[in-house]
């Protein structure tokens, strides 16, 4: 809703992109409708083995760091769903007898919505590793004007790969100990990762203090506040994001995003704007 | 013995406040935190730790400056975009091992890789096990296969019947490995638009893995219609709706006062859990084996 709601705000102002990174459940199509323009596969590479060439040396097997290759009683077994793609086991392969395959594992898609360029990608259902999807969509980024990347719940692996790179994060919690106990995961992270970031209460309520506290006492700004309300879940429900149901709300993403701006000027020193 | 896992596929549908109610309600079971990213059962559970593990899981890759020649080999050869002006991203890295054996002056070396910490507790609803993954790592599947394992021991070990699993959101790694041998998946849904594009998804991986589910509906009321079309999806799908609950402020509250719902209160949205808890039990003792 906010990655949206950010978009759809300032687009007429900025040259906006939008990267769904939340490929194992990709929302953002929903509240936007884009016209989809083209969509790829995803796809990841992994070994096929020359039995011709094959003398079940078992170095494969040795190499491999995700168990995906056996060499058992002569024969070589693959786990493609286990393999990485890393390419380790056909590049040092003695007698060269592994050749690489692709396989799918999901698709990315681009479109636009007016003058927002969007960017989505969806990890096909049974597939485990999201990475290779969400390097594909970030590779849609044009570095110029604004990207808006839209990223999982969490802190793992994926999650970082979406944030990697950007110039500031917005983390987006819940006024409850639960918010408050991924907040801190989260500000770890993206601590470890360098990345200036700010705070935006949703589902704000009567006693927002724990929250507000925390953030004090870390240095993060509370960019914007967004109440706890029927009106905007039942327009958030229907598929409609806050600005497109609340207008008055746009001015104050606006202002969300030139505070942004204003803190990274600081930060680089005024040198850059 | 049997085990349900809650799950989503979108986060903030009150997987974690319905499962530490199940908790609470069920009788000689084993509660396994699979959130191993950003658990949060123990807020509502408080368990006193009686074990603690590393979990080391797979390797970093480091490059040494000074027997590095920077040829650049390694930088050609890593798919994953870890190296970098001949230095190593150890957030990239996936542990291949193809730069260190490749490194024509023997450079590179693979470093094991501490990755997270699990955790045997004791709660007052019974053992917990549970963990915490540190940022950016992989293998969280490894780790949640790891946690549900050693639940399986205590529940084997102390004769409980039962196996309760706070899920992580998503369909991936994690998600695949916490219902992977599960006899039930309880999916946790809203009436939303995402919500409704997610189940599709979860729902997607449970029959793919073939677990059979049963469909919960949060917050029913903010959206009579987006129910009415959930359990019509059911319906066509053949997944049983086991309980529709609607929007309560009590859920929050309970989160505050870091009790599970039922033992917040006794009345209202608590009996309706009570009851999706029975409903879940006689599911879980019906399939057989």
């Known amino acids: 809703m906010v990655s949206t709601s950010l978009a759809l705000s300032l687009k007429d102002r900025e040259r906006m992109q939008l990267f769904d990174c939340d490929v194992e459940e990709p929302d953002d199509h929903l509240l936007l409708n884009p016209v989809v323009a083209g969509s790829e596969a995803v796809t990841i590479r992994f070994p096929e083995i020359d039995e011709d060439k094959c003398t079940s040396c078992g170095k494969c097997a040795e190499i491999c760091a995700y168990h995906a290759i056996a060499v058992i009683a002569q024969q070589v077994l693959v786990f493609p769903n286990l393999c990485h793609g890393c390419g380790a086991c056909s590049y040092l392969c003695p007698e060269k007898a592994i050749n690489e395959k692709e396989r799918e594992i999901g698709i990315v898609r681009w479109g636009h919505l007016d003058n927002l360029r969007f960017v989505d990608g969806k990890l096909n259902v049974g597939e485990a590793m999201p990475t290779p999807v969400i390097r594909k969509v970030k590779q849609g980024a044009h570095y110029n004007g604004v990207s808006v990347i839209d990223v999982a719940p969490g802190t793992s692996c994926p999650v970082v790969q979406s944030i990697k790179g950007s110039d500031f994060c917005l983390l987006v919690t819940e006024p409850t100990p639960f918010g408050l106990n991924d907040l801190i995961l989260a500000v770890e992270m993206v601590k470890e990762l360098g990345i200036p970031s700010g705070v935006i209460i949703n589902r704000a309520g009567i006693d927002n203090s724990q929250v507000e506290a925390y953030c004090r006492e870390e240095g993060l700004p509370i960019l914007l506040t967004i109440p706890l309300k029927g009106e905007i879940a039942r327009f958030y429900s229907r598929g409609i994001t806050l600005v497109e149901g609340l207008p008055q709300w746009k001015e104050r993403f606006i202002a969300l995003f030139e505070q942004i701006e204003e803190l990274l000027y600081e930060r680089s020193g005024g040198l850059e704007r | ?289």
């Open chain 2, 1 to 289: 013995m049997k085990e349900v896992v809650v799950l989503s596929g979108k986060g903030g549908t009150g997987k974690t406040s319905i499962a530490g109610s199940f908790a609470a309600l069920a009788k000689n079971k084993v509660l396994v935190d699979c959130d191993v990213d950003a658990p949060d059962l123990h807020l509502l559970l408080q368990p006193a730790i009686q074990e603690e593990h590393e979990f080391w899981s797979g390797q970093t890759a480091s490059i040494d400056p000074s027997k590095c020649t920077q040829c650049g080999l390694c930088q050609e050869l890593c798919r994953f975009g870890a190296i970098k002006e001949f230095t190593i991203d150890p957030k990239s890295c996936e542990g291949c091992g193809l730069c260190s054996r490749a490194c024509p002056a023997e450079a590179v070396t693979m470093k094991d890789n501490l990755a997270g910490r699990w955790y045997v507790s004791n709660t007052r609803h019974g053992p917990m096990v549970h963990a915490r993954l540190g940022s950016a790592q992989e293998n969280s599947g490894k780790l949640v296969a790891v946690l549900r394992k050693r639940a399986r021991e205590i529940a084997e070990r102390e004769k409980l019947d039962y196996i309760i699993g706070d899920g992580p959101p998503g369909i991936g790694c994690p998600v695949i490995s916490s219902l992977s041998g599960a006899n039930l998946a309880l999916v946790v849904t809203e009436p939303t638009l995402s919500g409704i594009h997610d189940l599709e998804r979860i729902i997607g991986v449970c029959r793919h893995f073939g677990i059979p589910a049963l469909v919960c509906i949060n917050k029913f009321d903010v959206n009579r219609e987006n129910t009415s079309a959930i359990e019509n999806q059911c319906l066509e799908w053949g997944v049983e709706v086991a309980a529709r609950i609607p929007f309560d402020s009590s859920f929050t509250e309970a989160i505050i006062c870091g009790l599970p719902l039922v033992e917040f209160m006794k009345s209202g949205v608590s009996c309706q859990i009570s009851s999706l808890w029975e409903q879940v039990k006689k599911k879980l003792d019906a399939n057989n084996g």
